[in-house]
């Protein structure tokens, strides 16, 4: 098999447009998603009935609106074809209104007060650009329509048309810096987008037994594991062979679905993994992962597995991040983070990369934000993942260029090194002029950049219209400096030199190229005036509560006042949701499954020697009076009116109050009797040799 011949079958791509649709209205479909032509209604009507056509041919009977409400999940609300004659003679139908929109009840999605109960009308409008496919069923199959989300008032709903408006907003800002420096302005330049998703599998038995697992996505409790990570033997290792067969199941599932699996292997934590694809368009990317997150979890299950995607499912192992390599490029195949192959191209490539970065150091709060979650605070920060201090890393090649280029000295990157291994018939490797700095949030890596702290259960709707937004904003800035340079008289080269030199002395502050683990990083951050945003409720706070911050936003209109307000309640009420469900989550365990476990180890200690007895004893009195607070302070989140107040007050008070009973809890298990203790513990759910 090749997976050429199957990659895309189950998708209304191109190739099957141009077999079902005539050439003139397949051109005209091309005009409205490549130069935005509004879709008449004939047109419309010829692809539906083409889409409906080709559906059936591939056994599906019903279709749906596919779309990315505020949850992070996708939705769908499914129709069947079938529809009736006069006489009553059944007949399957589609028709162009079907096709290009739909109505799901908004009142029930989380819309941050933009709906209540009884305005209940939304609607999803069909996406054109993302291609339409069909998700096979035991029986039959669904033909499945991307689409975006809004309210009966307008506003977005959903994570997909905002991320639309930025990729619109960066592709005119681009233009325009393109046009004030002479460069050839391309028909069309857009965003790229390739997320390294990584996960954790375990035992699908394993996981029923562990309820923290099944309702948080993670363990509340659990004793370190003996082995662990320790001999990093893990780490692109030998895949096993029932965990190669379920990557193998997945990737012909989402080759058939055109999304270009490209990468599979053992991430560092024993039970890690990683699937990377290609990188696409940043809409289809988007799109793509969250194909790619379903699929995956399918795929588990039917192979005894169960897949997790939370970003720290066990403590003291690796968390899994959902890296967010971005990149932008042209209809002619230029990528603006390339260095290029002459002077003109290398100096074009530094505008881009200036631009990025001043658009980090601008808004390196909001780009915190984008990635603030409860589960993503146990993963940023620690020893394998980017910290909450936003920074980016260039290299060392590239900050002596970007040095010299601040005071006012044009120089060029040397030549690729070749590295000399002392093995003379090894062949030569050119080194690149770019270390990797895997402490970095935000990495360039040669012809792109890589956004590390996106979590791996994250969609990438958000943060990507974050830095889109803000790049776009950066550009307009530099191309403004361009021309005010060039008032001045000088040549075209000088004044693009003189900006970007002015634009550096004002952002350089956000780069850097050491280890961003350590203390010395933090302090000097600080000096910096760099923020350092622990934790989620802070971090939202500071970027959706100050008029600067989101003021970038608003210009550029991504989003109005009314959506950025929804998603600043819908963001800290899911927070302090998920911690009060972890909370009451751990109080069960502790009831149900701990307590018992004690007792029958308390009774049988009665007959050891005393100090044994009473240092055992004295754990689970401490535990009790942990687990006591704890249901108190849940008690009191319920009187606590806002949002916001409640998410800051189980950071504050829940959450502590959760790692000291799970420090007297993971003391204790270690400390009972195997056959007493249900929970299945950290070395029998993860070592698997």
Request: glycine share 6%; with cysteine.
């Amino acid at each position: 098999m090749k997976i050429s011949e199957i990659f895309g079958n189950l998708t209304f791509n191109d190739r099957v447009m141009r077999e079902k649709l005539s050439f003139e209205v397949f051109r005209r479909f091309r005009a409205t998603i490549e130069q935005g032509e509004p879709m008449t209604r004939d047109v419309a009507e010829c692809i539906a009935h083409a889409l409906k056509e080709w559906a059936l041919e591939n056994n599906a009977t019903h279709y749906t609106h596919w779309f990315h409400p505020l949850t992070g999940q996708t939705a769908e609300k499914h129709d069947a074809f079938l529809q009736f004659h006069g006489d009553g003679e059944p007949i399957e139908r589609f028709f162009a209104s079907e096709l290009m929109q739909g109505e799901p009840d908004a009142s029930s999605f989380p819309s941050g007060g933009t709906r209540t109960t009884f305005e209940a009308r939304g609607y999803t409008a069909w996406d054109p650009k993302s291609p339409c496919f069909i998700i096979e069923g035991d029986l039959a199959n669904t033909l499945c329509i991307p689409s975006v989300f809004f309210s009966y008032n307008g506003d977005s709903l959903d994570k997909k048309s905002t991320l639309i408006r930025s990729a619109m907003v960066l592709e005119d800002a681009a233009k325009e810096l393109l046009g004030v420096m002479d460069y050839p302005v391309p028909e069309r330049i857009f965003v790229t987008a390739g997320a390294e998703q990584e996960y954790y599998l375990i035992s699908r038995e394993d996981y029923r037994q562990r309820e923290d697992l099944a309702l948080t996505g993670r363990t509340l409790l659990g004793a370190p594991p003996i082995r662990g990570q320790k001999l990093s033997d893990h780490y692109f290792g030998s895949i096993l062979p029932d965990v190669k067969a379920f990557m193998e199941d997945v990737e012909l599932a989402l080759y058939r679905l055109g999304v270009p699996c490209k990468t599979r292997h053992n991430e560092v934590a024993p039970g890690q993994y990683e699937i990377a694809p290609v990188f696409e368009e940043v809409n289809i990317a988007a799109d793509h992962n969250q194909l790619m997150m379903m699929m995956l979890k399918q795929k588990a299950a039917a192979r005894g597995f169960a897949l997790l995607l939370h970003e720290k499912p066990f403590q003291g192992l690796n968390g899994s991040g959902k890296h967010n390599n971005w990149s932008m490029a042209d209809n002619a195949g230029t990528n603006y983070f390339s260095p290029g192959r002459n002077r003109e191209e290398f100096l074009r490539f530094l505008c881009f990369l200036v631009a990025f970065i001043n658009a980090v150091h601008r808004h390196e709060v909001f780009i915190r934000a984008s990635v603030a979650t409860a589960s993503n605070d146990h993963r940023l920060g620690g020893h394998e993942a980017p910290p909450s201090i936003i920074s980016v890393f260039v290299g060392s090649a590239l900050e002596q260029v970007l040095t010299d280029l601040k005071s006012g000295n044009f120089t060029e990157l040397n030549g690729l090194e070749v590295i000399r291994a002392g093995l003379k018939y090894v062949p030569q490797i050119e080194k690149d002029n770019t270390d990797r700095n895997r402490t970095s949030p935000v990495a360039f890596t040669g012809n792109k950049f890589e956004f590390r702290a996106v979590g791996s259960a994250q969609p990438l709707g958000f943060p990507n219209t974050i830095l889109n937004t803000a790049m776009a904003e950066s550009l307009r800035e530099l191309a403004g400096i361009i021309q005010k340079e060039n008032n001045g008289k000088q040549n075209r080269e000088e004044s693009i030199l003189a900006a970007l030199s002015t634009l550096l002395q004002r952002c350089d502050r956000v780069v850097f190229n050491g280890n961003c683990y350590s203390r010395k990083w933090q302090m000097e951050a600080e000096k910096r005036g760099l923020s350092n945003l622990k934790a989620t409720p802070e971090a939202l706070r500071a970027a959706f509560q100050n008029e600067k911050e989101t003021a970038f936003l608003l210009e550029a209109g991504v989003l109005n006042r009314t959506e950025l307000n929804a998603r600043y309640e819908i963001k800290v009420e899911e927070y302090a949701k998920r911690v009060e469900i972890e909370a009451r989550t751990l109080l069960k365990l502790i009831r149900k499954d701990v307590r018992p476990a004690l007792a029958a180890q308390l009774k049988e200690l009665e007959f050891l020697n005393w100090g044994i007895r009473t240092r055992y004893r004295e754990a689970v009195e401490q535990l009790e009076r942990d687990s006591t607070g704890l249901s108190g302070e849940l008690d009191g989140l319920q009187g606590i009116d806002g949002n916001e107040k409640q998410a800051q007050f189980c950071y504050g008070s829940i959450l502590p109050l959760m790692k000291k009973v799970r420090e007297s809890s993971d003391f204790l298990e270690e400390e009972t009797d195997r056959k007493l203790w249900r929970l299945p513990d950290y070395d029998q759910m993860l070592s698997r040799r």
